[in-house]
């Protein structure tokens, strides 16, 4: 199966296909002759060029494996989108050194802001893995310093954390969700933003306190120039059709940062896996 991608502009239509890898042309000298790749693809704009790109990580296991963090290394490229997608042609890929760490393939788990790639470490919530790793598109060089999260406090063994990275407000932006195991209510999510990625300095900016029902995740989509947070939120719900089963919901909200009130706005359709951006130009030619 061949991978790839579509990038589309919604303002002026354009579409541009993007070929992603099958495999690896020049294979690294750890590759074994089965290389089992895992693959993931990440999509910026640089700046101040303006050019998009897309940087390609593929994890393998070590050939020996007593090399570099826990038997896995990384083969890191990237490449530059041609508009029109150069008639479905594979882009020129430049092979590009590893990260500070190995990254988390999540989507939850990575940004793209003023064109520079966030990443947290595989093992997020692993003690000590509070750390992002940030990837410059437009010099295609990682940054010698990772950023060091917010103080996120002790977790404790009632409590259920997922994290994730998200761009808001132009900034980048850790959402700390917690919801407890022992009891329906008193989820909320922790909405942090970076004000200083030199000293690592974070801001708690919202704290979201969310209805009692079985909340997953909460993710922020924009926040409107009164202050409202309009956000996807990640419910499971029980039914009944001979025998009990959850699903996923996924719904949009409002949630007005002067009263603390949330509004339902609408729920997405049964599978929608929850990927969701929120785009804020203008679709005016």
């Known amino acids: 199966m061949q991978?790839?991608?579509?990038?589309?502009?919604?303002?002026?239509?354009?579409?541009?296909?993007?070929?992603?890898?099958n495999k690896l042309?020049?294979?690294?000298?750890?590759?074994?002759?089965?290389?089992?790749?895992?693959?993931?693809?990440?999509?910026?704009?640089?700046?101040?060029?303006?050019?998009?790109?897309?940087?390609?990580?593929?994890?393998?296991?070590?050939?020996?494996?007593?090399?570099?963090d826990y038997g896995y290394m990384e083969w890191c490229e990237v490449a530059t989108i041609i508009d029109g997608g150069g008639g479905g042609d594979e882009p020129t890929w430049r092979q590009r050194p590893w990260g500070p760490f190995r990254t988390s393939i999540s989507s939850e788990h990575k940004a793209s802001v003023n064109g520079v790639l966030y990443f947290m470490p595989y093992d997020t919530y692993s003690h000590g893995r509070n750390h992002i790793a940030a990837f410059d598109?437009?010099?295609e060089e990682w940054k010698p310093e990772t950023i060091r999260g917010p103080r996120l406090g002790l977790k404790k063994e009632t409590d259920k954390w997922s994290i994730?990275?998200?761009?808001?407000?132009?900034?980048?932006?850790?959402?700390?969700?917690?919801r407890h195991l022992t009891s329906l209510g008193g989820h909320y999510a922790n909405i942090w933003l970076l004000t200083d990625p030199s000293r690592g300095v974070w801001v708690k900016e919202y704290t979201v306190q969310m209805p009692?029902?079985?909340?997953?995740?909460t993710k922020p989509l924009d926040v409107l120039g009164d202050g409202t947070i309009y956000y996807c939120c990640s419910t499971r719900t029980f039914r009944e059709e001979g025998n009990i089963k959850s699903y996923h919901r996924y719904i949009l909200q409002f949630?007005?940062?002067?009263?603390?009130?949330?509004?339902?706005?609408?729920?997405?359709?049964e599978g929608f896996n929850g990927?969701?951006?929120?785009?804020?130009?203008?679709?005016l030619c």
């Open 212 to 217: 009692e029902r079985f909340l997953l995740s």
């Open 25 to 68: 042309k020049n294979k690294p000298y750890w590759a074994g002759s089965k290389l089992t790749l895992l693959n993931d693809y990440s999509f910026g704009r640089a700046s101040p060029s303006g050019d998009y790109k897309v940087l390609h990580i593929a994890v393998a296991p070590a050939v020996p494996r007593r090399h570099y």
């Open 275 to 283: 990927r969701m951006a929120f785009y804020t130009g203008s679709l």
């Open 3 to 21: 991978l790839g991608a579509t990038i589309i502009d919604p303002a002026s239509g354009r579409a541009s296909l993007v070929v992603g890898r």
């Open 164 to 178: 994730a990275l998200v761009e808001l407000k132009g900034t980048l932006c850790v959402v700390h969700n917690v």
């Open 137 to 139: 598109l437009e010099s």
């Open 255 to 269: 949630y007005n940062t002067s009263t603390g009130t949330l509004t339902d706005f609408m729920e997405m359709a």
